[in-house]
């Protein structure tokens, strides 16, 4: 299957993850665009939670933004964006399932039953494991995920997208203004296909693509959207991390590999970044909320978390 620079950008983005709000922390949300100062910060810095799925005209919606991507002097992201062909070729290579471990070995018959006939539900029939078997879970699960959202959501056109992330990235760089990443693609591609074993992988997407739990799967996808859009931060955590409806909870190795490993490890990024030059730090807004996220872990090391509203 070809997939698309678009495509694999908005994959490597699309994280949607993990755990339970504290009291402490579940006052960070009502806003996607939050300001950063104090601590020693000559600047504020901002930091923007994005869902990489939501059209780019949704910017015109976040408060304060516009004048934010003018004021500040570069612009963070979870990864550049620029190199497009090198990340297309790199998640090409890794998401390829390994010869030794082909699906019918790790899953049951009636696992691989049930998965043939989620993939060929969803698209029409044109496409099961036959088409499929090549890819990791990860690759398939990510596929699966944009897939039902153009279902959900016909307008959604993933050829012609242009996540947020991407598009701050492009004005800023429009701008003669400094790009950063906060991770590599090779970081990305651990936390998406190899952080925990490839068996727990496959049985996970077993789940999320048997037909009995379409209705939630499609419900979810709708809820975060919306969520999303009335800029609650909680919920959409709550949704993804912490839902006891969830009938596929992700095992705690896979929450923590996409979401508070990530956050810790941009957390010793943040404060030398702030530091230097005022920036937008645009990343998926789950990283943002609970007590790993980044706005309570901020306010925690002395800085000032500030919603824009």
Known sequence: MKLTKTLIITFMLASFSVLAIAQSSSKYTGALLWKISGNGLSKPSYILGTHHLTHVS?????????????????????LLMADQMAMQAKLQQASIMPADKPYSSILTTEEYRLLDEGLKDLYNGQAGMEQFQGFKPGMISMLYSITLYTKVFPTFNPMSHEAIDAYVQRIASEKGKSLLGLETVEDQIYALFDAEPIESQAKSL???????????????VKQLDNYYRAKNLTEMYNLAFNNPDDPCKMSKTYENAINKDRNNKWLEKLPQIMKEKSSLIAVGALHLAGEEGLLYQLAKKGYRVEAIK
């Open 206 to 220: 077993v789940c999320a693509t048997n037909l009995k739990n379409k209705d939630y799967m499609i419900k979810s």
């Open 58 to 78: 949704f910017v015109d919606s976040i408060p304060g933004l516009k004048k934010v991507i003018e004021d500040t002097e570069q612009t963070v992201g979870e």
